[in-house]
């Protein structure tokens, strides 16, 4: 079920393991981003800064800043992700 706040789209994803030389795949878009990790390690890129996060941990930005996510140690990661 996904749900509307406002003009905020709540959603979960699920980032799938990638092979360790496949690169990142970034974007942009308008707004600002919440990203929540529910399970697993991920390594996210936000205007050029790499970030590890693990469950329990967010992250906050502008999302007109090139950024992207690859799930670490193999396994899938689950997130909450907000976009404002």
Known sequence: E?????????FMVTIEPKGEDEPMHLNSH??????????????????????????GDSIYFNSALPHGLKALDGRNVTMLAIIF
């Open 2 to 10: 996904l749900r509307c706040i406002g003009s905020s789209f709540p």
């Open 30 to 55: 308008a707004g600002q981003e919440f990203n929540y990790i529910v399970e697993g390690r991920v390594i996210v890129r936000v205007g050029g800064k790499d970030l590890i996060l693990e469950a």
